[in-house]
């Protein structure tokens, strides 16, 4: 099972919602990613997850909350977010480790922000 | 810092016909070496990795990619592609080791006409 799994597919929330953008592998990667890509654009990198540690954040806005419950799980909390979030978010994972192999994605969650 | 230039952004090309797409890299260290494609509004898919050892590198659906070292170059090519193949394709660097972070070229967008 090479599969990442994200829910929902679609969200549109306003701008005074809370929303969870959620993430599960079953490969026994220890490293959990979520990028965000807007239209025509590549994707960017927002948090990686090690071991279940923060490990990178790339300097996105509080509103943007990443929790890491186990090594399988990787949610997004979203709050007061703003058009401009619109967008795929993209969750990712790797084995993590010492190990260096690719990354697997999943297949997205298109957010829209109103 | 490392950074990936594709410098087609879209490329056009006959059904059965050879495809070669673009990518230079800048890196620091080994470079480790991808290329995902993206469906619309879809996740990526990864069709081939290089880390090391022989620089022709063979993926999923019939894609190669060469590395050239003294080029800082890691071209994808078909050498005959289906009206299926289009699509966006993003070449990335960086080590996934430790959980580390992808780095992705600006994508090129890939149309098959028939």
């Known amino acids: 099972d090479t599969e990442v799994t994200q829910t929902p597919k679609h969200l549109v929330m306003g701008m005074t919602n809370k929303k969870s953008l959620k993430c599960e592998q079953h490969m026994g990667h220890r490293a959990m990613y979520w990028y965000k890509q807007k239209a025509k654009k590549p994707p960017e990198l927002m948090f990686v997850?090690?071991?279940?540690?923060?490990?990178i954040n790339e300097s996105v806005p509080s509103r943007f909350s990443p929790e890491c419950p186990n090594s399988s799980l990787l949610n997004l909390h979203l709050h007061a977010l703003q058009p401009e979030d619109s967008a795929l978010y993209l969750c990712?994972?790797?084995?993590?480790?010492?190990?260096?192999?690719?990354?697997?994605f999943g297949q997205g969650t298109r957010l829209t922000v109103v | 810092a490392q950074s990936v230039t594709q410098p087609d952004i879209h490329i056009t090309v006959s059904e059965g016909a050879s495809l070669e797409l673009r990518c230079n890299y800048s890196?620091?260290?080994?470079?480790?070496l991808f290329w995902y494609v993206q469906s619309p509004g879809q996740g990526l898919q990864l069709l081939l990795k290089?880390?090391?050892?022989?620089?022709l590198v063979q993926g999923i659906k019939g894609f190669e990619a060469e590395f050239k070292r003294s080029q800082s170059s890691f071209n994808l090519r078909k050498p005959s592609v289906h009206w299926s193949d289009a699509a966006e394709y993003f070449c990335?660097?960086?080590?996934?080791?430790?959980?580390?972070?992808?780095?992705f070229g600006a994508g090129t967008i890939l149309r098959v006409k028939s």
């Open positions: 290089y880390f090391s050892g022989d620089t």
């Open positions: 997850y090690s071991y279940e540690k923060l490990s």
């Open positions: 990712a994972s790797s084995q993590g480790g010492r190990v260096n192999t690719e990354a697997f």
């Open positions: 890196y620091g260290a080994t470079p480790y």
């Open positions: 990335a660097v960086g080590p996934m080791e430790y959980g580390n972070k992808l780095v």
